[in-house]
Each structure stands twice: as C-alpha cells, then as structure tokens.
C-alpha cells in the first residue's frame, strides 16, 4: 500500500513502502501534513519500531501519533 491515507483525525499521511525486509517484515515513510515524518519497519506480526524521524527535514526525536496505529494496522494487512 502506497499513497495517500485518510486517518480518523480527518488528517491525510502519505505512505511509501521504501522496502521489503529480511523477517518478512516491511520499511515505510509515514509523512503527515504538518511536515513529521517517520520512517519505520513494520514486522510480519504487525510491530512497529521508528527507525529515523525528521520534522521539517532536519532530524528530529519523535514519537509516533496516535493515529500511527490506524496506519501500520492498515498495512500490516496488506
């Protein structure tokens, strides 16, 4: 799943799958409109671990919105 997502907050993130990983897992960018981005690794079992985040393009600590749940749920059955 790639593209643009409505989360329930009205917000739309765009997704990019950036990878396939070794466990059977995936590596995705999570962009929202408001300039965060994360690149996380979604697990097979539907885990999720940040990788790198950025707000604005400079590297930044972030955590994950609570909207993030509805999106990797959504990719985690893809």
């Known amino acids: 799943m790639e593209g ?27 962009t929202a409109e408001d300039g965060r981005k994360w690149r996380v690794d979604l697990s097979r079992d539907g885990d999720t671990e940040i990788v790198t985040s950025w707000r604005d393009g400079e590297l930044a600590d972030l955590e994950l919105p609570e909207w993030a749940g509805d999106v990797t749920a959504r990719l985690a059955r893809v």
């Not at 997502?5 to 995705?28: P, Q, S, W």
Request: aromatic residues 8%; negative net charge.
């Open 4 to 30: 643009t997502i409505e989360v329930y907050t009205g917000e739309e993130v765009n997704v990019e799958h950036i990878k396939a990983l070794g466990d059977g897992g995936a590596r995705f960018d999570i």
